[in-house]
T-cell receptor
Framework: RKEVEQDPGPFNVPEGATVAFNCTYS??????FFWYRQDCRKEPKLLMS???SGNEDGRFTAQLNRASQYISLLIRDSKLSDSATYLC??????????FGKGTMLLVSP | GAGVSQTPSNKVTEKGKYVELRCDPI?????LYWYRQSLGQGPEFLIY????????DSGLPNDRFFAVRPEGSVSTLKIQRTERGDSAVYLC??????????FGEGSRLTVL
């Protein structure tokens, strides 16, 4: 069983919409989780860290549900520039991360 | 720039050849990681260095893969007897805070 699972999408949403992705994980011992953003043919870039129940940064909110072993990413007021693949990751050792396959988001005008 | 630098950006080689990929991390970052990513997949962990030593090499797929970081800064990933299945983007990352990785642009390896 893969440790981190994501719906690959794509999620097609219009500008201004609110969209949410979930990510399930199997390693219940993980203490920290992360969302990375990856543009096409570019490297992943850290979007948000989630160490407790959640985190908010502007239009982006991440929430952690330990009981059900998932984290979510909510994007409000979607912009065209939000189009990317969103990678979920959990720490699987002291410092190593295990990534999911990513969820593709396409925001259209 | 002050980001993670990887060379070469592209490498095309023939099956059976030896390849070296280089990573120059952000100055002062003691942690360095190698991942590889295939199309449609997330980054797959290969090896993690803390300083000069490999703290976790559990992701290396077999003994054809080896990585070094002799002075605790630049790292080299070495692949012997390359196979077509090794074709992927090899990503290097460094960090100061566990889990908060800064990735380089990657080295795209194509094995013909």
């Amino acid at each position: 069983r893969k440790e981190v699972e994501q719906d690959p999408g794509p999620f097609n949403v219009p500008e201004g919409a609110t969209v949410a992705f979930n990510c399930t994980y199997s390693n219940s011992a993980s203490q920290s989780f992360f969302w990375y953003r990856q543009d096409c043919r570019k490297e992943p870039k850290l979007l948000m860290s989630v160490y407790s129940s959640g985190n908010e940064d502007g239009r982006f909110t991440a929430q952690l549900n330990r009981a059900s072993q998932y984290i979510s990413l909510l994007i409000r007021d979607s912009k065209l520039s939000d189009s990317a693949t969103y990678l979920c990751a959990q720490n699987s050792g002291y410092s190593t991360l295990t990534f999911g396959k990513g969820t593709m988001l396409l925001v259209s005008p | 720039g002050a980001g993670v630098s990887q060379t070469p950006s592209n490498k095309v080689t023939e099956k059976g050849k030896y390849v070296e990929l280089r990573c120059d991390p952000i100055s002062g970052h003691t942690a360095l990681y190698w991942y590889r990513q295939s199309l449609g997949q997330g980054p797959e962990f290969l090896i993690y260095f803390q300083g000069t030593g490999a703290a976790d090499d559990s992701g290396l797929p077999n003994d054809r893969f080896f990585a070094v970081r002799p002075e605790g800064s630049v790292s080299t990933l070495k692949i012997q007897r390359t196979e077509r299945g090794d074709s992927a983007v090899y990503l290097c990352a460094s960090s100061l805070i566990a889990g908060e990785l800064f990735f380089g642009e990657g080295s795209r390896l194509t094995v013909l």
